[in-house]
């Protein structure tokens, strides 16, 4: 089988893209998915990322971990689709889709690409950290020396620790800059490793600092290993609304492959 395939990034999270609207490809081959993502004798990428057809709106987007394994939503991820989407005609400067977490809306703005995200109606406060679901799970902590800090051994812990079922939570490291501005590491689930960035996390972050009083702003900057994220939201009868997720997403190659 030749498989047409598109690599996108968002802030160095990347990506393998496939137009799937014939729906040709095999959604089941977990081993498939896995060796597209693998770095070394695949494509490479974070995850891979199936366009379908939709009823209604634009577009599906149906979302793979680089393991293979079906997962939650990803908001760098779904940001690239939206400019896979406008690549391929589906869209002009505005999309309507449907993800494993429901219907988000998403448009360009200034060479960036802004993602409406879920509302967030609770953020859980424990003495170590705060859990906070933004379509997908994220721990939320703070710590010193972000730069130094050892993400992988620390994150991969709590991850698989107790404090989480058998699917696990993905793990942000944060560390305050100023009044507006986070700095992030994030260890994902499905990657089972660092990332360069995560927009589900970078989100979910914003969302818990502003929650905890670290922060009075409702914009957001978050400083990943693989760029700039801003989120933006409004905080109504203490639900976080109208939650954007802004940054970069960029084709950086395409090409067939024989499988």
């Given at each position: 089988?030749?498989?047409?395939?598109?690599k996108?990034?968002?802030t160095?999270n990347?990506?393998?893209m496939?137009?799937?609207?014939?729906?040709?490809?095999?959604?089941?081959?977990t081993k498939?998915?896995e060796?597209l993502?693998?770095?070394?004798?695949?494509?490479?990428?974070d995850g891979?990322i199936?366009?379908e057809?939709?009823?209604k709106y634009?577009?599906?987007?149906?979302y793979?971990?680089s393991d293979g394994?079906?997962?939650?939503?990803?908001?760098n991820g779904?940001r690239?689709?939206?400019?896979f989407a406008?690549q391929?005609?589906i869209i002009?400067n505005?999309?309507?889709?449907e993800?494993?977490?429901?219907?988000h809306?998403?448009?360009?703005e200034d060479?960036?690409i802004?993602?409406?995200?879920?509302?967030?109606s609770?953020?859980?406060?424990?003495?170590?950290h705060?859990?906070?679901?933004?379509?997908?799970?994220h721990h939320?902590?703070?710590?010193d020396?972000l730069k130094?800090?050892?993400v992988?051994n620390n994150?991969?812990?709590?991850?698989?620790?107790?404090l989480?079922d058998a699917?696990?939570?993905?793990?942000n490291?944060v560390e305050?800059?100023n009044?507006d501005?986070?700095?992030?590491?994030?260890?994902e689930?499905?990657?089972?490793?660092e990332?360069?960035?995560c927009?589900?996390g970078?989100?979910?972050?914003?969302?818990a600092?502003?929650a905890?009083h670290?922060?009075d702003?409702?914009?957001i900057?978050?400083?990943v290993?693989g760029g700039?994220l801003?989120?933006s939201?409004?905080?109504?009868?203490?639900?976080?609304k109208?939650?954007?997720?802004?940054g970069p997403?960029?084709?950086?190659f395409a090409?067939?492959?024989?499988v």
């Amino acid at each position: 089988m030749q498989i047409q395939f598109y690599k996108y990034q968002g802030t160095g999270n990347d990506f393998v893209m496939i137009d799937n609207r014939t729906n040709f490809f095999p959604k089941n081959n977990t081993k498939l998915i896995e060796f597209l993502c693998d770095r070394r004798f695949g494509i490479g990428g974070d995850g891979l990322i199936l366009l379908e057809n939709h009823k209604k709106y634009d577009f599906t987007m149906v979302y793979y971990n680089s393991d293979g394994s079906t997962s939650t939503m990803c908001g760098n991820g779904g940001r690239c689709l939206v400019a896979f989407a406008k690549q391929l005609g589906i869209i002009e400067n505005e999309a309507y889709f449907e993800a494993s977490d429901g219907y988000h809306f998403a448009k360009f703005e200034d060479n960036l690409i802004a993602l409406q995200m879920i509302d967030v109606s609770e953020v859980k406060h424990y003495n170590t950290h705060d859990f906070v679901y933004t379509g997908s799970p994220h721990h939320v902590q703070l710590v010193d020396n972000l730069k130094d800090f050892d993400v992988k051994n620390n994150g991969s812990k709590l991850r698989y620790s107790n404090l989480y079922d058998a699917s696990g939570c993905n793990i942000n490291f944060v560390e305050q800059e100023n009044t507006d501005t986070f700095s992030v590491r994030t260890y994902e689930r499905g990657v089972e490793d660092e990332t360069l960035s995560c927009g589900t996390g970078a989100t979910g972050v914003a969302i818990a600092m502003h929650a905890t009083h670290k922060t009075d702003a409702n914009r957001i900057h978050i400083n990943v290993l693989g760029g700039k994220l801003i989120i933006s939201f409004v905080l109504e009868n203490e639900i976080y609304k109208n939650v954007f997720l802004t940054g970069p997403a960029e084709l950086v190659f395409a090409g067939s492959l024989e499988v």
